[in-house]
């Protein structure tokens, strides 16, 4: 199967490489741009990360958790809140789940505790089964 050129912004620098048109883009992030925070969430479809393409992400802006470091390569306040608050078991959704808490606070910079819940309802935990 031949390979697609692909463009995109990761992390506020724009990035290219060649991949197959059935390529996730996580495995995209993680084995092409060795940006491996990214984690395939619960392999039978229901998180949603194995059902994006790379070459769909053409064009796109991503974040991933390794863009939400400090300059400086410190923590930034979600990751850092996280690590004070403990809020993490295994360590597996937590990329996930700090890069939810980035945009639902971009998006709602004061959301009660529903709109929390509610805000991160989509990403799964796989030590607390679901």
């Given at each position: 199967?031949?390979?697609?050129?692909?463009?995109?912004?990761?992390?506020?620098?724009?990035?290219?490489?060649?991949?197959?048109?059935?390529?996730?883009?996580?495995?995209?992030?993680?084995?092409?741009?060795?940006?491996r925070?990214?984690?395939?969430?619960?392999?039978?479809s229901?998180?949603?990360?194995?059902?994006v393409?790379?070459?769909?992400?053409?064009?796109?802006?991503?974040?991933?958790?390794?863009?939400?470091?400090?300059?400086?390569?410190?923590?930034?306040?979600?990751?850092?809140?996280?690590?004070?608050?403990?809020?993490?078991?295994?360590?597996?959704?937590?990329?996930?789940?700090?890069?939810?808490?980035?945009?639902?606070?971009?998006?709602?910079?004061?959301?009660?505790?529903?709109?929390?819940?509610?805000?991160?309802?989509?990403?799964?935990?796989?030590?607390?089964?679901?």
């Amino acid at each position: 199967m031949g390979k697609t050129h692909i463009r995109m912004t990761i992390n506020g620098r724009a990035v290219d490489g060649l991949a197959e048109p059935r390529t996730l883009l996580v495995h995209f992030l993680r084995e092409n741009l060795n940006l491996r925070g990214a984690h395939i969430g619960c392999e039978t479809s229901h998180c949603g990360a194995c059902t994006v393409l790379a070459v769909q992400a053409e064009g796109a802006e991503i974040t991933t958790v390794e863009g939400l470091v400090n300059p400086d390569g410190s923590l930034g306040v979600i990751q850092e809140m996280f690590r004070e608050h403990h809020g993490l078991q295994c360590g597996y959704c937590t990329p996930g789940m700090i890069v939810r808490a980035h945009r639902l606070l971009q998006e709602n910079p004061q959301p009660t505790e529903a709109e929390v819940r509610f805000g991160i309802a989509g990403n799964l935990c796989r030590c607390t089964g679901y």
